[in-house]
């Protein structure tokens, strides 16, 4: 390990995306063949707030960042610094990640080898259940004079390489080091250029056998760091053991985290690859029905195909099957001390098996009436109720990636995904498309969920706006 040029590297941030987030503070530590020659650091403006939880834990704050340089100004010098060099840092990936990408923002390419530091600690002590850099300098009896900053925390690395050096005879870490640095390995007749092709940017990806039928369908939101880590390293041929004979690579970039599950769903429904778990479509999709005034008496478990959107608000749940479906208001039955026989559970009079079990407040035996039975249930099918479409009509949520320049809108209605573009131009004649499609459970748990937890600064293009191509503030939050 040590017959090498290295940089010990190690980078404070305000986030962990390095799609979005960026670098704070910059740690290096310079060692040629064994020696330290030289040591650099820099705070850097990120050109953006410093979250809240960041400087508590990194305790660089706003102020002390506002006159530092930019990244931009920084970059031809650390370029320099860190070229040519194995770049060696603890989780790796975060930091390489983060300097591929604010070094691509300024148009310099950066593709060191890396060396985790996480990784060889695992390799070389298996018997330990914690490598994070805490317990490496516990362990190890390290000294750190400002946890959670760059150069203190990269002058950490380089003493915990001095000290595996002292524990191992050297032939033991080359053999780990020379493991861990393995070159992608690609299956024969697949372009060798595949890496340089591929973004740095969320999107799915297929492998395809040599008749074109697709064997496993991805999803990702750094498309080239997943090739590499399919392909690479202790993990190398990994997914031709799995996957078969991997005779072509397909991929489709996305603008961020919505495009890439949209298009994930799409993928999979289209080419059914043989390795994934398929989701079910409308007509194995199944959720609970129950109105006490214009519903059937008891919860029944009904499928899901050709529901309407309008109909399925009505409904509660989507479930892969009827069983599930029943398993589900089971559980609620027993949470909520309802009756089997009231909750359409089980058929006959009482006492129901909950009553025997002692979860049942007594329905069935006389001890509650129907209508505090009633009140209850309809409580405790409320939290899986499908959610009314919260719109007037549709709308577009537009997704940029900051690195690529990628925008996308997606456009959906009532739950039901109409389609992406590029443009506002192209909205109008989407929006109006597919108005008669049925309700579509798959795109309604990713869009239910994804908006959910959706940030509150979502850009949302609104349905006057779609219809009319009026200008229309979108709501804080969907």
């Known amino acids: 390990m040590l017959d090498r040029s290295l940089v010990f590297v190690d980078l404070e ?54 006159n530092a340089p930019t990244f931009a100004e920084l970059a031809e010098d650390l370029h320099r610094r860190l070229r040519g060099k194995t770049l060696v840092a603890h989780n790796a990936r975060f930091d390489s990640g983060f300097l591929k990408s604010e070094f691509r923002r300024v148009g310099l390419r950066y593709e060191p080898d890396v060396l ?50 002292r524990e191992f005879d050297s032939e033991r870490i080359s053999q780990a080091v020379a493991e861990m640095l393995k070159k992608p390995q690609l299956p024969p007749g697949l372009p060798v250029d595949l890496f340089d092709r591929l ?13 074109g039928h697709a064997l496993h369908v991805g999803k990702t939101m750094n498309l080239r760091a997943r090739m590499l880590s399919h392909f690479s390293g202790e993990r190398s041929g990994a997914a031709v053991r799995k996957f078969g004979d991997i005779a072509g690579i397909d991929w489709k970039e996305s603008a961020g985290e919505l495009g890439m599950q949209i298009r994930f769903v799409e993928w999979v429904r289209r080419l059914q690859p043989s390795h994934n778990r398929i989701p079910r479509r409308d007509q194995d999709a199944w959720a609970l029905q129950w ?34 479906a029943l398993n589900a208001l089971r559980r609620l039955a027993d949470e909520h001390g309802l009756c089997h026989i009231g909750s359409g559970l089980q058929a006959g009079s009482g006492p129901c098996l909950g009553f ?12 509650e009436s129907a209508l505090s039975h009633s009140m209850r249930l309809m409580q405790a099918l409320h939290a899986l109720r499908i959610r009314d479409w919260p719109h007037a009509g549709p709308i577009g949520i537009r997704e940029r990636n900051l690195v690529s320049g990628r925008v996308e809108i997606h456009v959906i209605d009532n739950w039901r995904y109409l389609g992406s ?3 506002e131009s192209e909205l109008h004649e989407l929006a109006h498309s597919r108005t008669d499609a049925a309700f579509d459970a798959g795109f309604y748990r990713l869009l239910s969920q994804y908006l959910k937890r959706a940030p509150r600064d979502l850009d949302i293009i609104v349905a006057s706006r779609l219809v009319n191509g009026a200008v229309e503030s979108p709501p804080a939050h969907c």
């Open 13 to 66: 941030t305000t986030g962990a995306a390095p799609h979005f987030d960026r670098i704070t503070e910059v740690g290096v530590v310079e060692v040629e063949h064994g020696r330290p020659v030289g040591e650099w650091t820099s705070l850097v403006n990120p050109e953006r707030p410093i979250p809240q939880t960041i400087e508590s834990l990194t305790g660089i704050t706003d102020a002390m960042v506002a």
């Open 116 to 165: 985790c530091t996480v990784r060889l600690s695992r390799r070389l002590f298996p018997h330990e259940k914690r490598h994070n850099l805490d317990s490496l300098i516990e362990r190890h009896g390290l000294s750190c004079d400002a946890r959670h900053r760059a150069l203190a925390d990269a002058r950490v690395l380089w003493d915990f390489t001095q000290c595996i050096h």
């Open 199 to 211: 973004p740095e940017a969320p999107g799915v990806y297929a492998f395809m056998d040599a008749q």
């Open 291 to 324: 109105d006490p005034v214009d519903g059937p008496a008891r919860p029944v478990a009904i499928d899901l195909a050709g529901i309407e959107p309008q109909e399925a608000s009505k409904l509660h749940g989507v479930f892969r099957s009827q069983r599930v």
């Open 356 to 367: 025997q079990l002692k979860t049942c407040r007594g329905l069935c035996v006389g001890r």
């Open 421 to 423: 573009v590029t443009s």
